[in-house]
């Protein structure tokens, strides 16, 4: 999984959500008000489905989800192959 690839797919995800509005990579898009804690489930169920692995408690730490960098952080740390 490259980078590049994953940032895209997010940012292609959240952008129905932001009516148009740009959007740094890291901007708090919940303090922004952009989406609000419902939303946070929906990108959990998201991230799991487009790109194919499965949450734990520990990678549901709130600041994993508050940035498309922390996004993007989760996804290569989870879809990382190992060495």
């Given at each position: 999984?490259?980078?590049?690839?994953?940032?895209?797919?997010?940012?292609?995800?959240?952008?129905p959500?932001?009516?148009g509005?740009?959007?740094?990579?890291?901007?708090?898009?919940?303090?922004?008000?952009?989406?609000?804690?419902?939303?946070?489930?929906?990108?959990?169920?998201?991230?799991?489905?487009?790109?194919?692995?499965?949450?734990?408690?520990?990678?549901?730490?709130?600041?994993?989800?508050?940035?498309?960098?922390?996004?993007?952080?989760?996804?290569?740390?989870?879809?990382?192959?190992?060495?």
């Open positions: 999984m490259q980078q590049d690839d994953a940032r895209g797919r997010i940012k292609q995800f959240l952008a959500q932001l009516g509005r740009a959007l740094a990579d890291s901007d708090d898009i919940f303090a922004l008000g952009y989406v609000n804690s419902l939303f946070a489930m929906q990108l959990a169920v998201f991230v799991q489905q487009e790109f194919s692995f499965e949450l734990t408690p520990d990678d549901l730490d709130f600041d994993n989800f508050r940035t498309v960098d922390g996004l993007v952080g989760l996804v290569m740390s989870k879809t990382a192959t190992p060495a």
